[in-house]
């Protein structure tokens, strides 16, 4: 049986949903994704006493409210190895066209 459940209002966000400043430390010492991440399950915890079930447990306004108050920078995608341009050991007037086969005359 699914149970509808209320949204939170703003009393409620303020006071379960607030990261203490001991918390703030806590999620500090997390990177990219994981801060979020880590900060809502610590809420949860500290509101429930356990951990959520699944992503279906957690208020989608709690989780909004907390990544207001987590600080994220935006991370720009790391350039495959394979793709990275490398000193090239061929010339640099080496052309795109094929190879003049052995023997040939031009």
Do not use: N
């Amino acid at each position: 049986m699914i149970v509808a459940r209320t949204p939170l209002d703003l009393d409620e966000l303020v006071e379960h949903w607030t990261l203490l400043k001991d918390e703030q430390g806590l999620v500090s010492g997390k990177h990219g994704a994981t801060r979020l991440g880590f900060a809502v399950l610590l809420k949860f915890y500290t509101q429930y006493g356990r951990f959520p079930r699944g992503r279906f447990e957690l208020p989608g306004e709690a989780v909004e409210f907390v990544a207001g108050q987590v600080p994220t920078r935006a991370r720009t995608p790391r350039t495959p190895p394979s793709v990275r341009s490398a000193p090239s050991s061929a010339p640099s007037s080496c052309s795109a066209t094929s190879p003049t086969p052995r023997g040939a005359d031009g």
